[in-house]
């Protein structure tokens, strides 16, 4: 297990960099988990997973918290959805293949991309207008359904929720970074709350894997906060890219 955290320790600090400043950073984690420990179950990486991410999603969470103002109202509604949504998710992980729905989420993805693209100016000013009845109403459904999304399938989910924060909710990219923190967090608990019961995570690697991905998340907050909006929206689109390439590839790769 020594030399397995070797290597998987530097791809948590990445992830919970990448997380903390943008989301997507289980295009990196997952795949890492998958290759070094060829002999778990993919519930188990799965659960691993989770619980490391989730000391970096706290972690960046705290750190925005402290150097912004965020619309706690909305966020912690839709951070409640987010946790139903992925607690359905992640019980017909078992009963639906996944492969079922990623031709929608490619074609989602793609739209995304294309949007934030031609949109230069999109995310880059937060329009500061107050939250109304109408935007928690809006948190509640894109909360449940990115929710059910990060439990039935996952990577991403951060890369999603920023876009919407943005989309629907006039956010720039910072502070629809920061909000996403809040909702990953739960859509993470509500994973563990699953897969911790049923034992499906190796704690002897997920908990020096957290440890690392809080270093790595304050690391990225701190980054995304220097950077500001326009390096946020180049990673955005660069992970946007890596995603829907990622999946256009398990798509036809069977065929080929």
């Avoid at 948590?12 to 290759?35: C, K, R």
């Avoid at 955005?236 to 036809?252: G, H, N, R, S, Y």
Wanted: net charge positive; aromatic share 12%.
């Amino acid at each position: 297990m020594t030399n397995e955290l070797l290597i998987l320790l530097p791809l948590a600090f990445a992830t919970g960099a990448i997380n903390a400043a943008v989301g997507g950073g289980g295009l990196i984690q997952v795949p890492g988990l998958y290759a070094i420990l060829p002999q778990a179950l993919p519930a188990q990486l799965m659960g691993t997973d989770k619980l490391a991410s989730i000391f970096g999603h706290a972690t960046s969470m705290r750190q925005y918290a402290r150097n912004m103002q965020l619309p706690w109202r909305l966020v912690l509604l839709a951070s409640a959805a987010a946790f139903i949504g992925a607690l359905c998710g992640v019980s017909i992980m078992y009963l639906v293949p996944a492969s079922w729905m990623r031709p929608v989420v490619i074609v989602i993805l793609a739209v995304m991309l294309v949007y934030t693209w031609f949109k230069p100016n999109f995310g880059t000013h937060d329009a500061h207008r107050p939250i109304t009845r109408n935007d928690l109403y809006k948190g509640l459904v894109l909360g449940f359904a990115i929710g059910f999304y990060d439990g039935f399938i996952g990577p991403g989910t951060g890369s999603f929720l920023l876009f919407l924060f943005v989309r629907f909710f006039h956010f720039d990219f910072l502070r629809a970074t920061a909000c996403a923190k809040v909702v990953n967090f739960g859509t993470n608990l509500a994973a563990l709350s699953f897969l911790v019961p049923t034992g499906m995570v190796l704690y002897a690697t997920a908990i020096p894997m957290g440890i690392a991905g809080i270093l790595g998340a304050l690391v990225g907050s701190r980054l995304a906060m220097r950077g500001g909006n326009h390096w946020i929206r180049r990673l955005f689109l660069l992970l946007a890219v890596t995603l829907l390439l990622k999946m256009l590839w398990e798509t036809v790769r069977p065929w080929m």
